[in-house]
């Protein structure tokens, strides 16, 4: 009689042979049932651009996709938020916008955490003979000459200039600065008039005024002399991206507060 039995050898190939087939049809699969990690895009003042860059650079190296930041004015950015922008994080110069925000309940709730704090100072261009001590009915306007202005970021809307209005009231000199004003866009494009002697005065954050070697400081601001300056932090309710609150829980923590104190801001 003939044997049909196949020896054991032969079998344990043939096993291995649909292991290894099994194995190379399920790997794609398997690849694309992972999910992808994709970069969380960052809305951010614009005076946080040397910080938070170096802040996305440190998360970066410990493996995650390195954050895509926008920096602008706090409230232009709030407003592309209220239009429906597709970002997950929103970091603020003040916390009007982000109440604002708050209000039409466009925040991840339990998410908003007070971030950052920061002092407001008159600036001059490097090299500038100009001395002005900082106090009630201060000669800013005379000392600004004819036809000069005081370059501050938008007054009306823009964080930046919404404290600077507050600061020179306060002083009893807002008044006397009427037509005397060069409102920009944003605190950064104010420095930038001033660095670039397109304006002999300016008033801009501290931190500002230390990234940019075009520029001194004249003097600094009384605290008093205006709200609190604070930089709020949220989670928007449109995010779906996990690495965008992984970057939020980053920035609050003590490795992200460290780089925020090493650009001279306060931390809370």
Same mark, same amino acid.
């Given at each position: 009689m003939i044997s049909t039995s196949v020896p054991f050898r032969a079998v344990a190939r043939i096993a291995t042979w649909l292991l290894l087939a099994l194995g190379c049809a399920l790997s794609?699969? *398997?690849a694309q049932?992972?999910?992808e990690r994709r970069a969380p895009l960052v809305l951010a003042a614009a005076s946080l651009q040397e910080s938070l860059n170096a802040a996305a650079d440190a998360f970066a190296a410990r493996g995650h996709p390195r954050p895509r930041i926008s920096f602008a004015a706090s409230s232009a950015l709030a407003r592309q938020i209220e239009s429906g922008a597709p970002a997950d994080l929103f970091l603020s110069a003040d916390e009007q916008w982000m109440d604002a925000l708050a209000a039409k309940r466009l925040l991840r709730p339990g998410t908003r955490v007070?971030?950052?704090t920061n *002092?407001?100072?008159l600036i001059a261009p490097q090299g500038s003979p100009v001395r002005l001590r900082i106090a009630p009915g201060m000669p800013i306007a005379r000392t600004l000459g004819s036809g000069r202005r005081l370059a501050v970021a938008d007054p009306a809307a823009v964080p930046a200039g919404i404290y600077a209005k507050q600061a020179l009231t306060s002083l009893r000199?807002?008044?006397?600065?009427?037509?005397?004003l060069a409102p920009a866009d944003s605190v950064r494009s104010a420095l930038a008039l001033v660095s670039r002697r397109a304006a002999p005065l300016g008033i801009v954050y501290a931190t500002d005024a230390r990234a940019?070697?075009?520029v001194r400081v004249v003097?600094?601001?009384p605290a008093s002399s205006h709200v609190p300056i604070r930089y709020p932090l949220a989670t928007l309710a449109a995010s779906r991206n996990p690495e965008g609150e992984a970057f939020r829980r980053f920035l609050s923590s003590a490795q992200g507060k460290a780089i925020f104190r090493r650009f001279g801001f306060g931390t809370r």
């Open positions: 794609p699969i *398997a049932a992972a999910p007070s971030l950052l *002092a407001l100072v000199v807002w008044n006397t600065l009427n037509g005397k940019d070697r075009g003097g600094i601001f």
